[in-house]
């Protein structure tokens, strides 16, 4: 199902916790929503739910408006983050429950109930798990639980809250490729929350990056790390090195330093560049730069430099020209991406 | 590993063990014992003769009668108010936490004298009640009245604590995968809270059977008419009556075990099916 979010408003006091958010997902899409803590994400995927409500703004799926639609009749299957299984039920029960409690009318007969449960199971890989009790799994089965039970009411969209945020690294990562690879097979419009980027970017089709309630920038993984819309994007989708610089005639100039041509316009004044650490490269002349140590790292050799008392931490190929410890040199920023304070 | 108790001598143990054997025996059993042997100081016969007696079978009645209305309208208020205080922020949230503990720290005169105040004969409401044509004070609605407000903070106290730890999110579930309110709260907040529940449920019960002070205000002392058991032992006491108010008196703690002999069976039985939660 198509989702289309519209201006949607919300705060809690006076920090607001959504603010004017638009946000298309297509039919079959799986979108990241990427965030530090408190930036509104989940918020956001509790409004879509029905669970909290916008101040202000619509919420369209699959082309039914959901203005005044309780969350019970949304078909939104929601992965809570501490997976809020039913603890007094076990795990056949928890999956069931959302066919047991319908009306007599839509209702499933018994063995079909049975049959769909049988099936969820296996489809989550726990087949032999429905006797036990949420207490007797460990956070990785109960995710798959948490997750089955959500899909046994055929939602029309899946809403996943931090679903790896519980679990320790290693599973989080087995767990990933499983579930980018559940929802390829099945094509169900998903949506998930997370502050871990590596997450979102190895997943998702789309990331939306949302900082205090508002959404950045969306946009697929590889545009999103070619061109971040802003500082803020650019920093928190991994290591960047932050120079002050001023912008003048298409140039940008750094103190002491290379001044680099922008590839696109920026406002003349005071700006932020900012580059990954392997984005800048050596310049072999005497320049500000002071080499402190150098590191083989694989691939990539870890050198330390200080500018100007200021320390930064570049990457380099292992192999070419090697900075020598106690020397200086100059540095190339010309892929350095400028934004205007 | 040596626990902090472990390293305590076996004398300083014995001594504890015994000391706490010899509290609970003088504290707890002894009373017991003795109200029984009154009780059956002249014999059996005399004892069922005290529960023959009109009276004092309608205390007995009327006792479980003001039992069977304020428990469950208790558990219904209890509940509610639990489920407002843990699951909604609102103005004035703390303000209701400390106004339910009220019956907790007012006194159980105090508790009976604001019903007299309120629907006596001179009281604020008395004339209309009058008028209407109903009796309130010295009568059972009266004595259901004092007894809810006394027993009133059992259940919630009991559940919100159990009710705040296990937070929102499983009847967020619930809802999310269609459930009415109604469903909700049967199928997944009940289970929850059954323990707490069942716990704060007999504390209510077990005061409701032997509130005095409350009740004693409220009551009239219309023997046959408004004495509950605790009145009657009263009553039978001052009559010189040992036999009979120490019956009566027997008759309440068996009650009281009884209750506690529910509370051990349903625990036992819960407890086989599923996990102990």
């Known amino acids: 199902m198509n989702v289309e979010m519209r201006g949607l408003t919300k705060s809690f006091g006076p920090t607001p916790a959504l603010n004017a958010v638009d946000l298309s997902v297509s039919n079959g899409e799986f979108l990241a929503i990427l965030g530090p803590s408190g930036s509104g994400k989940t918020s956001l995927l509790r409004v879509l739910a029905g669970l909290e409500f916008a101040e202000s703004g619509t919420i369209v799926i699959g082309g039914r408006a959901m203005e005044g639609v309780p969350a019970r009749e949304r078909g939104v299957g929601f992965v809570f983050q501490n997976y809020a299984l039913f603890r007094h039920m076990t795990v056949a029960r928890n999956i069931a429950f959302g066919l047991e409690i319908r009306p007599r009318r839509l209702r499933p007969r018994a063995h079909e109930i049975r049959d769909r449960v049988a099936s969820l199971l296996d489809l989550m890989g726990i087949g032999d798990l429905g006797g036990r009790y949420p207490d007797q799994l460990s956070g990785g089965q109960r995710q798959r639980v948490a997750l089955a039970r959500a899909l046994a009411i055929e939602p029309a969209l899946l809403l996943l809250d931090e679903p790896f945020g519980a679990l320790d690294a290693k599973v989080r990562k087995t767990l990933r490729v499983w579930l980018k690879d559940l929802h390829d097979r099945i094509g169900l419009t998903s949506i998930f929350v997370t502050h871990d980027q590596a997450e979102a970017m190895e997943m998702a089709d789309r990331v939306a990056v949302m900082q205090a309630g508002r959404i950045e920038q969306v946009d697929t993984p590889d545009c999103l790390y070619a061109e971040p819309a802003s500082a803020f994007v650019h920093e928190f989708l991994g290591e960047a090195i932050r120079l002050d610089c001023l912008v003048a005639d298409g140039v940008a100039r750094f103190p002491g330093l290379p001044s680099a041509v922008l590839p696109t316009a920026c406002r003349p004044g005071a700006a932020i560049a900012l580059i990954r650490p392997y984005e800048i490269g050596f310049i072999v002349r005497p320049g500000p730069a002071h080499v402190v140590s150098v590191h083989a790292n694989g691939p990539l050799k870890r050198v330390r430099l200080l500018i100007g008392g200021v320390g930064i931490e570049v990457l380099s190929p292992a192999e070419g020209w090697t900075p020598v410890v106690g020397e200086n040199c100059d540095l190339e920023l010309s892929k350095a991406r400028v934004y205007p304070v | ?277």
């Open chain 2, 1 to 277: 590993m040596t626990t902090p108790a472990a390293q305590e001598s076996v004398a300083t143990r014995v001594v504890l063990i015994l000391l706490t054997a010899a509290l609970l025996i003088i504290l707890l059993v002894l009373p017991l014992v003795v109200v029984l042997a009154e009780a059956f100081r002249k014999g059996i016969p005399a004892a069922l003769a005290t529960l023959s007696d009109p009276d004092s079978l309608t205390s007995i009645r009327l006792t479980l009668t003001v039992a069977a209305i304020s428990v469950p309208l208790n558990t219904v208020f209890g509940v509610s108010a639990a489920w407002c205080i843990s699951r909604f922020r609102f103005p004035g949230r703390g303000a209701l936490v400390t106004l339910i503990e009220l019956p907790f720290s007012v006194s159980p005169v105090i508790s009976g004298l604001v019903w007299v105040l309120l629907f006596g004969i001179n009281g604020w409401l008395g004339t209309f009640m009058d008028r209407a044509g109903l009796q309130i004070i010295f009568a059972l609605p009266g004595l259901v009245l004092a007894t809810v407000f006394v027993t009133f903070p059992f259940v919630a106290r009991t559940l919100i604590p159990l009710m705040q730890e296990q937070d929102a999110s499983e009847e967020e579930a619930a809802i999310t995968l269609g459930a009415t309110g109604w469903q909700m709260f049967s199928r997944v907040t009940l289970p929850n809270i059954r323990w707490g529940l069942i716990y704060g449920v007999l504390l209510c019960n077990a005061r409701a059977m032997g509130e005095f002070g409350a009740v004693a205000v409220v009551s009239g002392h219309i023997r046959g008419q408004t004495m509950t058991m605790p009145l009657q032992v009263e009553a039978l006491f001052n009559d010189y009556d040992w036999v009979g108010a120490f019956t009566i008196a027997s008759l309440l703690a068996l009650l009281a075990l009884a209750t506690l002999a529910v509370k051990a069976a349903l625990e036992w039985r819960l407890g086989r099916r599923g996990s102990m939660h």
